[in-house]
């Protein structure tokens, strides 16, 4: 199981990287800049569309890992193929029977590749290069470093706890071209849903919703959702042209992107309309516990 550990893997060193960047940019003289005032960031100093909490994002984080976790173990337990199962395409329904593909190595990087990009470069990106040109308070990067987390973290763990579950074979063992690398490890069974698939659609949500409240008058609103959103749909199409998922898988795993990519990013605005009200979002009165996020 060392694929679905390299997006995880960059998206940490691609955070630590942007950190980095923020503290220098804390000390840094600014850097001359021509903004129009629709390009302008919706972020101040003081103000932001989005907020971190202690408490709700320990909440949010020890959930997330707990998924990722519990993804990992049961992965772990799938077995491997024995050599004596057989795969008649009479399994298959009439939906996915449609377009199923033998492996195909090469259009399985290139799946990679754009999945990646959606969870990484796009976002990471944007808003270091936002910030280096002062149109985004440094501390919002830690914001959104935290919330792309917690969004990756919990789309991971959720996928692959339904892929350990549902136990679908993946159709290139239908066409008899097969992933041979994945076949004792039990990869070959992990196909509902696509997993890509799901990382390219939670990336370009989230990207799609927190820029548009960064930046909501901007002219780049568009060009950015069409970017994210087209490179997430062509993770899926070269899911299915690789043949490691279905159409099906496919179209389970954009929902699923898709709703995590929202709902992270949609808590944190809430915190933030309670924060930045000067109430508590939680507060302990030594025997209560009291939470304020309503939605």
């Not at 220098?24 to 005032?37: K, S, V």
Request: charged residues 20%; hydrophobic residues 40%.
């Amino acid at each position: 199981m060392i694929r679905p550990f390299l997006s995880l893997r960059s998206l940490i060193l691609s955070l630590i990287a942007v950190s980095i960047l923020a503290q220098r940019q804390l000390h840094a003289q600014p850097i001359p800049t021509n903004i129009p005032d629709r390009e302008r960031c919706a972020a101040t100093e003081g103000r932001s569309p989005f907020a971190i909490d202690y408490y709700y994002d320990l909440a949010l984080g020890l959930g997330s890992v707990s998924l990722t976790v519990t993804g990992l173990i049961m992965e772990h337990r799938v077995e491997g193929w024995d050599g004596e199962e057989t795969f008649s395409k009479r399994n298959i329904n009439e939906v996915d029977r449609v377009w199923y593909n033998e492996y195909r190595p090469a259009v399985d990087t290139m799946g990679t590749v754009t999945a990646l990009t959606n969870v990484i470069a796009l976002p990471v990106g944007i808003y270091a290069a936002e910030a280096v040109m002062n149109n985004l308070p440094p501390g919002e990067l830690a914001t959104v470093g935290v919330m792309l987390t917690e969004s990756y973290l919990t789309g991971y763990g959720v996928r692959n706890i339904i892929k350990s579950i549902a136990k679908r074979p993946r159709p290139y063992m239908y066409r008899g071209k097969w992933d041979t690398d994945h076949l004792e490890d039990g990869d070959y069974t992990l196909s509902f849903p696509s997993g890509h698939t799901t990382d390219a659609f939670m990336g370009a949500t989230f990207l799609s919703y927190t820029f548009c409240k960064y930046y909501p008058e901007s002219r780049l609103k568009v060009p950015v959702i069409a970017a994210s959103y087209t490179l997430a749909a062509t993770t899926g199409f070269l899911r299915v042209a690789s043949g490691n998922h279905f159409i099906s898988d496919v179209l389970t795993g954009a929902a699923l992107g898709t709703a995590v990519g929202i709902v992270v990013p949609f808590v944190h605005e809430k915190i933030a309309k309670v924060k930045y009200k000067g109430q508590q979002v939680l507060a302990f009165d030594g025997q209560s516990l009291t939470a304020t996020l309503k939605f």
